[in-house]
C-alpha cells in the first residue's frame, strides 16, 4: 500500500470495472496509482489523468520500480495532466477511444491533504490555497477575504451543508476587517469560535467549512457534471463508469447523471445502491467511512 494514499474500494471498484486483458480503461483520478496498477496488474492498458503535478510524478517513479518488480510493460500506463472535465479530449489525445472502462475517485489523496504547503488541511499552519492544480489562479485565501458576507453563506451552505453559515460568516466578515485571513489554522479557530462544539467530537467543527472552500476553489461539481458528459463520450458500447464519492453533493450528481442514461436507455445501473466499504476497511482507513460506489454500462 503505498504512502501517498490508501485506495479505497480496491477489489470492489476494479471488480466492477471487469478488466479484459489488452483492453483500454482511463483513472480520471490517478492519485497515488492504486486503481491504475490494480487494472495494469490485470492486464489492462492505462491512461492516468490527474490535475495535480505531483500525482503524475509520484506514479511515474513507482512505475519505474514497480516496473523493474513487476515486469508491467511501461507502454501500458500512460500518464497525463489535466482536468478530467475535458476528459475526451485528452484522451483523443492519447489515442485513448472507444475505452471500455472509466474510473473516478472523487476528492483529494491522503498525500495532498498531508501536505501542510498544499493548505487543505485545518490542522497544520498554512497558507489557505487547497488548489489541486496549482496552475489555477484562485486560491481559498481569495475567496475568504473577496466575498460578500451573502456570497460566503450562500457558499458554506450549497457546497458545505453547513447549518452554522450564517454566523460562521458573520464572524469572518469582522475578523478580516482587522486582518485579512490568511492561513488554515487562523480559519479553523473562527469557526471554531463561532460554533457550539464539544472536545471528544469526532469531526472537527471547521470540516464543512474546509470541504466548501476546496469545492469552490477547484469547482469540483461543474467538473464532475461535466466530466461524467465527457466520460460517456469516448465509452465503448458495454464500458463501464465507476465513481467512488465522499460527500452527498457528489453522489446526488452521480446519481442523478446514472439515472438519466438509464431513463435514455443508453445505460444500464449495475450497483441498485451504492457499494459501500466494509467495517475492516473503514477501521483500517477511516477515509472510507464515506464512501459510496456506483457503476453503470453504457448499452
Ligand atoms: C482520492 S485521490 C485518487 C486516489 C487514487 N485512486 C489511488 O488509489 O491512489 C483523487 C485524485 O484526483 C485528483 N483530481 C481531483 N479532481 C480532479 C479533476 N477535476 N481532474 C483531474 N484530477 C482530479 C486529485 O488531484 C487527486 O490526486
Avoid: C
Avoid at 476553489?217 to 467512488?244: H, M, P, Q, T, Y
Amino acid at each position: 500500500m503505498s504512502n501517498y494514499h490508501k485506495t479505497v474500494l480496491l477489489k470492489e471498484t476494479i471488480d466492477l470495472l471487469d478488466i479484459k486483458e489488452g483492453k483500454r480503461y482511463v483513472d480520471a483520478t490517478l492519485g497515488g496509482g492504486g486503481h491504475a496498477f490494480e487494472i495494469l496488474r490485470r492486464g489492462g492498458v492505462v491512461l492516468g489523468l490527474d490535475a495535480d503535478q505531483e500525482a503524475i510524478d509520484y506514479v511515474r517513479e513507482e512505475l519505474r520500480i514497480k516496473n523493474q518488480e513487476l515486469r508491467f510493460e511501461k507502454k501500458n500506463l500512460t500518464l497525463a495532466k489535466g482536468n478530467f472535465k475535458d476528459i475526451d479530449e485528452i484522451a483523443r489525445e492519447y489515442g485513448f477511444e472507444d475505452v471500455k472502462g472509466i474510473i473516478y475517485d472523487l476528492g483529494v489523496s491522503s498525500h495532498q491533504l498531508d501536505s501542510p504547503e498544499r493548505g487543505f488541511s485545518f490542522q497544520k499552519e498554512a497558507v489557505l490555497d487547497m488548489r489541486m492544480d496549482r496552475d489555477l489562479n484562485v486560491r481559498a485565501d481569495a475567496l475568504i477575504n473577496v466575498l460578500t458576507k451573502g456570497e460566503l453563506y450562500e457558499l458554506l451552505t450549497k457546497l458545505g451543508e453547513e447549518s452554522h453559515a450564517h454566523v460562521i460568516s458573520e464572524r469572518i466578515v469582522s475578523a478580516r476587517r482587522i486582518s485579512p485571513i490568511r492561513t488554515t489554522t487562523e480559519l479553523a479557530e473562527i469557526v471554531k469560535k463561532a460554533v457550539p462544539w464539544r472536545k471528544n467530537d469526532k469531526t472537527n467543527p471547521a470540516t464543512k467549512v474546509f470541504q466548501a472552500l476546496r469545492i469552490a476553489v477547484n469547482d469540483e461539481i461543474n467538473n464532475l457534471k461535466e466530466g461524467l458528459v465527457s466520460a460517456f463520450e469516448i465509452l465503448e458500447k458495454n464500458g463501464r463508469i465507476a465513481v467512488i464519492s465522499f460527500h452527498s453533493l457528489e453522489d446526488r450528481v452521480v446519481k442523478m447523471q446514472f439515472k438519466k442514461w438509464e431513463a435514455d436507455g443508453a445505460g444500464a445501473i449495475i450497483t441498485k445502491k451504492p457499494i459501500t466499504p466494509s467495517a475492516n476497511e473503514v477501521e483500517a482507513n477511516n477515509r472510507a467511512r464515506s464512501a459510496k460506489l456506483r457503476v453503470i454500462e453504457k448499452i
